[in-house]
């Protein structure tokens, strides 16, 4: 699958317009490797240069956090206007400390950035929860605001921001899609035919055992319990949400899990996996086979020899060097072998 | 000259926006920002934290910010939404089962004080499903009609084939730039 060719509306740089002529060519690829090399010297000087940025930017931030704090915990027993005042002060500095945050995001690592994000938070909640108590009626806030805004508002703006409470009936979902919902101990199987580039969805399924050959364009599981789900080659990403005691063999592109415990997947990736709000989901190499699995393999577009399926992320575990307790390596002796209904 | 002039006049200058892309964890964003940068779609994962790309389109610099959408990030949109021009929320109209869940985080995130002015546009993405949704139904479904805080606009598109993509950016900086570059 050529993604460049497909770009049929010519966005911007996307797209190589007419042949190049060979010489060009070469001597692009030989500048370009000329190039790379200068780049990798830079991203080793600057490596070095972003860790001390880092130390920088956490040592200024904490310096900052603290001063927040300690204006916030002045606030106890303060009279009201005190209280206003130190409030006042108090936000205009975490506003401060989140556009400095803002500022150095491009240079810090995943861990330090969601610390800094949750830092922010709490000050937010805690001066939240001052003004609440200190200042109950009045509500605070750089309000005055909103006017300056009103102006560049759609025109017909006499009325306030929409009601959010519209309950909007959606077409009936599951009788035109492609999938299976609502059954209980049965085998359940769907020919590659029927599956072709569709978007298959299974939903309620408890004892099921559950065969979908061909190649889908993705697939959506919710509602999952002790079932077994071979599926064959994905083209895009499969979605899990609340599944257990199952175990699933899917190749796709990407794989996202949610809520789901104790469940084995024997998966194919080519991008990765992620895992949030999970427990006891153990991966191994994909292992199903049938017979037109090669073919379905060209069909998806995904890359038979590349399979990401060790390199999960938890996005609830982000502690840096440590694993995620949530999810585990099924150990080669345990592996299943046998797909045999 | 009053500041909101002068800012305008600063805006002006260096014709650069930002652009913020949110929606559910899944919805495409990613995919949609490496497309329109002419990117390698196959390869892209799920995205912790966020990705920023700074592009020149039509004599615009845009800054595009695509931050993930997974349940324990949404708290942390907030965090992105200070001087944002445009924000682009992108659906994925196979997903009936989240469209409610994509519904109200869009309504919440619609009443937030520092993206009051930002032009909203809605892609309508995966387009290319047989079992999409069309963008009329997605507009319904999301209330969009309610809307009366942003300019809003929306596209049914593909990331993957690339389509519409275009139309959408183009619609939505000719909103912003007649809204901020304009002289007086
Ligand atoms: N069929 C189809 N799949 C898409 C489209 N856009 C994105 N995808 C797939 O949807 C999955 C999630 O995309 P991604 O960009 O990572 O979503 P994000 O979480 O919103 O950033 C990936 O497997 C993409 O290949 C589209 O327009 N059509
Ligand atoms: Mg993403």
New binding site residues.
Partial sequence: MDAKAECTQGIGVAGESGAFKIQERLQKRHQERAEEAERRKEAKESRSVAEEKGEYFSSTFDTERASIEELLSSCTGADRAVVTQTLEEATVKTLQLQKFLNDSMLFLTQYELRRAQDALQKLQTSSAEIREEALPKKKFAFRARSKATDKVSAPESDTPAASVSTKVAVAPAVSVQCGFSNMNNVCLTKTAEEIHKQ?VLLTHLTNCKVRLFGSP??LHMKHIDSCEILCGPV???VFIDHCRDSTLAIP???L?THNTQDTRVYLHVT?RAIIEDCHGVSFAPFSWSYPTLKEDFIVSGLDQNRNNWSQVDDFHWLAAGTPSPNWTVIPEEDRKTNWEL | MGLLTILKKMKQKEREMRLL?L?????????????FNGED??T????LGFNIKTLEHKGFKLNIW?V???KSLRSYWRNYFESTDGLVW?V?S?DRLRLEDCRQELSALLLEERLAGATLLVFA?????PG?LSKEQIQEALALDEIRSHHWCIIG?????G?NLLAGVDWLLDDIAARIFTTD
């Fill in positions: 978007d364009s993705t083209s895009s990403s796709c592109q990407q996202r991008s | 892309m929606g559910l964890d899944n919805a495409g964003k990613t995919t949609i920002l490496k497309k779609v196959s892209i994962s799920p995205t695509d993930g959408g997974q992108v994925d196979a993405n995966k387009q290319d499903l999409a598109c593909s990331a993957v084939t389509n």
